[in-house]
């Protein structure tokens, strides 16, 4: 059955998205921490921390212009790492709407008669995965544009503790339920073998 193959498909790609999602969150979290360090740094640049080289204004200029160029280059990373996050999202929306079509495409083919066979595995009618995978799709959009948010305010804001904020943020990731996301997978997974 090809609705069968593409709901398979579909949570391999879920799967593999969400892998990659993981992956990312980690490194956007190093990235975000060492923005902190960074910004941190440049703080003290303006105290009389220096020591034995707190008069030698050309060694005191250096060190700023690379701690600008470093962070110029983690607020880069980190710009990177979100657009990779929203490719892993992307790639599981393209997923679920193919699912979607294929699920019209039988409806509009098969009429009532896709309605008596919908069942593909065990207990849940079709359109109950898409349900599924749009709930997770939801949390994901949620977390996108949060992230977008934390980013762009991360380049520019240099208040500490808003940025540890923002750290916390990026970490936990407060719109991703995880717990109804394993939950999900192991209904589907129950489904499905």
């Known amino acids: 059955n ?7 498909d579909t949570f391999s790609s879920f799967q593999t998205s969400r892998e990659r999602w993981d992956q990312l969150n980690s ?16 703080q003290y640049m303006e105290s009389t921390h ?10 005191r200029r250096c060190v700023e212009i690379k701690l600008f160029e470093q962070l110029e280059d983690l607020a880069y990373r980190l710009k990177i790492n979100y657009e990779n996050q929203v490719q892993a999202y992307e790639s599981l929306l393209t997923a679920v709407e193919t699912l979607e ?64 904020t923002y750290l916390s943020y990026w970490s936990l990731q407060p719109f991703i339920d995880t717990s109804r996301i394993d939950y999900l997978i192991d209904v589907f997974k129950t489904e499905t073998d």
């Open 27 to 42: 490194v956007g979290t190093d990235i975000m921490n060492d923005i902190i360090n960074h910004n941190l740094k440049l």
């Open 101 to 164: 079509y294929s699920q019209n495409s039988a409806i509009n083919s098969l009429g009532q008669e896709f309605f008596d066979k919908d069942i593909l595995f065990h207990t849940l009618p079709f359109a109950q995965y898409i349900e599924m995978f749009s709930e997770i799709l939801d949390m994901y959009r949620e977390e996108i544009m949060s992230k977008r948010l934390v980013m762009d305010d991360s380049f520019v804001n240099q208040q500490r503790e808003t940025l540890i």
């Open 50 to 59: 220096w020591g034995s080289i707190s008069e030698n204004k050309v060694a």
């Open 2 to 8: 090809q609705l069968k193959k593409q709901l398979l």
